[in-house]
Structure formats: structure tokens, C-alpha cells
């Protein structure tokens, strides 16, 4: 029996075969986030970070920039990667914005419901 020219490469896939994606690197098993990402979020961060210590960036700004990588990350297995990424990034009590006078807590929310 003759076999087609195209069964010998296509038919098996090494199981060690690594693909990029979207910024991703796909594994058979497993996603991670590439390298060279991390390392460019890690600066663009830290500049976003130091834009808002100074005063040239809002909470809400610098936030939205973090939530967003977040959003990013969660789709790869990166148990470890968002504490070391966020680590340089201390935050103090009066750095979040403060409930407006008047405005209800959702946990108060809740109980007023029930």
C-alpha cells in the first residue's frame, strides 16, 4: 500500500511543539505569557506607576492600565507572574478613591434588600 506524500509530515506533531499567540506561547498542555511581554509590561507599568506618584496620571487611569494587563494574564497560566509583576507597586491607604458622601457600601446594599 502506498501512503499519500502528505501523511508522513502531517501525521505527527512533536508534543513538545511550542506556538506564539497573541501573545501567548501555547504549549500542549499549558499556556504562558512571552517573555519579552512581561518584560515590556513590567516597564510600561512602572512608568504608568511613576506617572501617578507624581501626579501625572489619575488612580483611575493607572488602575485601568492594571486591570486591563490582568484581563490579559488570566488566560494563561501565570499563577506567580501577577505578583511579580505588581510587587514594585505599593499602594497607600489614601491612593484609591473615597466613597462619595451619601453613597451606599454594596455589602449595605445587601442588607437593606434582605
Keep these: 500500500m502506498k501512503t499519500a506524500s502528505w501523511q508522513s509530515s502531517a ?7 511550542r506556538i506564539p499567540w497573541l501573545g501567548f506561547v501555547a504549549h500542549p498542555s499549558h499556556r504562558r505569557v512571552k517573555t ?46 501577577r505578583r511579580h509583576v505588581l510587587a514594585p507597586f505599593h499602594l497607600e491607604a489614601g491612593d484609591w478613591p473615597k466613597p462619595r458622601e451619601g453613597a451606599s457600601s454594596p455589602k449595605a446594599d445587601s442588607k437593606n434588600r434582605a
Design 11 to 17: 501525521a505527527f506533531i512533536h508534543r513538545q511543539r
Design 36 to 81: 519579552r511581554h512581561v518584560r515590556h509590561t513590567s516597564r510600561r507599568l512602572g512608568a504608568a506607576y511613576e506617572d501617578y506618584r507624581a501626579g501625572a496620571m489619575s488612580f483611575g487611569e493607572f488602575d485601568a492600565r492594571v486591570q486591563g494587563w490582568i484581563n490579559h494574564v488570566r488566560h494563561a497560566d501565570s499563577w506567580g507572574l
